[in-house]
């Protein structure tokens, strides 16, 4: 029996499409296989590695008991986890949304980005992202036809430029997308520079869509939604989830806040994605997006302890290290190690020391912009931390 080969394409073009040509596996994916096949700690991917509250664990075994959301739950997202992101935003941040027709639960905030830039977006529209952006904000804007435009975050601050904002804005601009807290930078947006975003989207009629996953890792000063400043409430889509928060990462429930146009807007394409998901999870979501104040200052404090440890053992052996305001990642740059690859350093690190670490250049359309940084995620167990910071000892 002869082997079978791979179907030929008759016209000889890829299989793959050439918007998503240059993208392939993510590093993600490459570097927890290498901690994987090493047994080394795995400080890349951004996954906590222990569960979060158990009652919240408790909440979605009793739905799937009570069979609540085991079929298909309505495709706005189930009533009772609307009604808790309205909720959400009203208690944190004073704004005001109707559940029925301003918010939109997704499979995740990987779906939401995905969605809404699908949405919204025509092929050659530009888009202005913060550089170094996550991943997948590149690959939705390839897929949806639109060209990325980066405003690069540089070090050590990791300042926006907002005279480079402005100077980026051409009539092509159809939308701005913010990440803050800012991964993997840590970097916070300030008041003020919010304020110059609004009044710049503002002036120019911009659509913004703000990733705001780690809104409430915010360990000096405090979040400031986009969407709470004049102006910004009716052309804002608002993003979050409940992955970080409460570590659940796995339950893939996130959702979008946004007026009703564009709540419809981004529906239109989710329909077409997912159509639903994660639905005993989002009733258990409802339930943890309610806990006391109490359990939000303790989870922040907690993780702003693990980065304090993390960022002392970076600096101990030899890195340069970029403190961050929030998130749960700590940038650091490798040229003082005398390395001057981040990428070539991160895949040779478990051998090295039996630790793994994700290489910032990937982030970058500038790739010499951060080519010797390297991202470590603190979201992990203490003890975990502490052997890490043994092992890095040995650069």
Request: aromatic share 8%; with cysteine.
């Amino acid at each position: 029996m002869t082997a079978m080969s791979a179907p030929a394409s008759s016209s000889n073009r890829p299989f793959l499409n050439r918007r998503l040509a240059a993208f392939g596996t993510t590093i993600f994916a490459e570097m927890s296989a290498l901690a994987a096949a090493t047994g080394s700690i795995n400080l890349g991917q951004g996954f906590p590695d222990t569960d979060g509250p158990a009652e919240i664990a408790e909440a979605a075994v009793r739905a799937i008991r009570d069979g609540r959301g085991n079929q298909y739950p309505p495709g706005p997202g189930v009533p009772e986890l609307r009604a808790a992101i309205t909720a959400h935003q009203q208690r944190f941040y004073g704004l005001a949304y109707d559940p029925d027709t301003e918010v939109l639960v997704t499979a995740g905030a990987t779906e939401a980005i995905a969605a809404a830039l699908l949405a919204l977006l025509e092929p050659g529209d530009e888009v202005i992202a913060l550089e170094p952006f996550y991943d997948s904000y590149a690959a939705c804007i390839a897929m949806a036809g639109a060209v990325r435009v980066p405003l690069t975050l540089r070090a050590p601050d990791f300042r926006p430029d907002l005279d480079a904002l402005r100077d980026a804005v051409t009539p092509r601009t159809r939308l701005l997308l913010l990440n803050t807290p800012h991964n993997p930078t840590g970097t916070v947006l300030t008041p003020a520079e919010l304020a110059a975003i609004a009044e710049l989207a503002v002036e120019r009629d911009l659509l913004v869509v703000t990733d705001e996953v780690y809104e409430h890792l915010v360990f000096e000063g405090g979040h400031t939604p986009l969407a709470s400043l004049p102006g910004m409430r009716e052309r804002t889509v608002t993003i979050s989830s409940a992955g970080k928060t409460f570590s659940f990462t796995g339950w893939k429930v996130g959702w979008i806040t946004a007026p009703p146009a564009l709540v419809s807007a981004v529906r239109s394409a989710k329909q077409f994605l997912t159509y639903v998901s994660s639905g005993p999870f989002q009733y258990a979501v409802a339930e943890a997006l309610a806990l006391p104040d109490s359990y939000y200052d303790d989870f922040r404090a907690d993780l702003a302890a693990k980065r304090d440890l993390l960022a002392g053992g970076l600096a101990d052996a030899g890195f340069e290290v970029f403190r961050p305001q929030g998130t749960y990642f700590i940038t650091t740059d490798v040229s003082p190690l005398g390395e001057k690859d981040g990428l070539a350093f991160c895949r040779a690190l478990p051998a090295r020391c039996g630790v793994v670490a994700i290489p910032n250049q990937v982030f970058y359309d500038d790739k010499s912009a951060g080519a010797t940084q390297v991202r470590w995620a603190f979201c992990k167990r203490t003890d975990v931390l502490q052997e890490a910071v043994t092992r890095l000892r040995q650069l």
